[in-house]
């Protein structure tokens, strides 16, 4: 590509947008794919029909998923170039789009939240890991379900971002926004018997492996894994499902919706309604169950 729109697009996602390295893959990918499909010319100069086009094609290979994710990333770099003075009129405005399935995020029951929660317990009396790795897992899995966090949010915990007295901490979102986030009396436990034992000083990361690194988000994901197997749960339940299942749990016990779009950081009211048609569904299969009728 090499063009200088595109350098200045990707500068303003990291620096000004603050998007994540994942997201700026993923559009980078989507213009390179698109790029290579034109084979001719700067992508500033395609027209409508020729990404409408590109789309028809895409789709003969691509998940709608995939191409959502394409046009998202050409509708937002072509609007930049409008805005930039780049180009004069914007070629996604009126493309049409496969309408994409909506599918409900998988939730954990309660049982197996609790389940999962006991399995570090469970993994220590069968000899299969050792203390510290006891607590320290147990201590991943309460922060999961009892403050609702992204992986890369526990990830990057630091013990100064922990205030141990309102038991809440400080997390860095996506976009680079700062949320507190309030966590359980069990998740509090965990944390202060893990710290007693095995870390020291305020600066350091919660996760720390004692090297100076911390815990890799791949090896959070393993940890899981290795928890789902041990308890005979669903191998493609994740740590956001534990998200899902925090945000779910609340709306069902009368959490006000907007009270539970600040406590898991989405920037749109939108991203937190799909947790009440989750409920929902849940409402409808206890009706159909216990309905005589059902």
Known sequence: MGDGAEVE???????ERRLSPHTIR????????????????????ATGREIQDFIIEMQKTRSRTTI?????????????????????????AELILPKLKKILPKIFTLSQIIELLHAPDKALQLGRISHKI???????????????LRIGELQSIKIRDIDFQNCALKVLG???????????????????????QFLSGEDGYLLSRGD????????????????LQLCGLPADLSPHTIRHAYATHLLNN???????QELLGHASIQTTQIYTHVDSEHIKSIHRHCHPHG
């Open 9 to 15: 697009f990707f500068n303003q996602l990291s620096s």
């Open 26 to 45: 993923t559009y980078q990918n989507a213009l390179k794919i698109f790029s290579r499909w034109l084979e001719f010319g700067s992508i500033l100069s």
């Open 68 to 92: 959502h994710n394409y046009v998202s990333a050409l509708r937002t770099f072509f609007t930049f170039a409008v805005g930039e003075k780049f180009i004069a009129k914007n070629p996604t």
């Open 134 to 148: 006891a607590l320290r897992d147990r201590m991943i899995l309460e922060l999961f379900y009892g403050a609702g």
């Open 174 to 196: 996506k976009g680079g926004k700062e949320r507190m986030c309030p966590f359980t009396e069990a998740a509090l436990q965990a944390i202060s018997s893990y710290r007693a």
């Open 212 to 227: 100076g690194k911390v815990l890799s988000i791949r090896d959070i994901q393993y940890r899981m894994k290795f928890y």
């Open 254 to 260: 009368g959490a006000d919706l907007r009270l539970v």
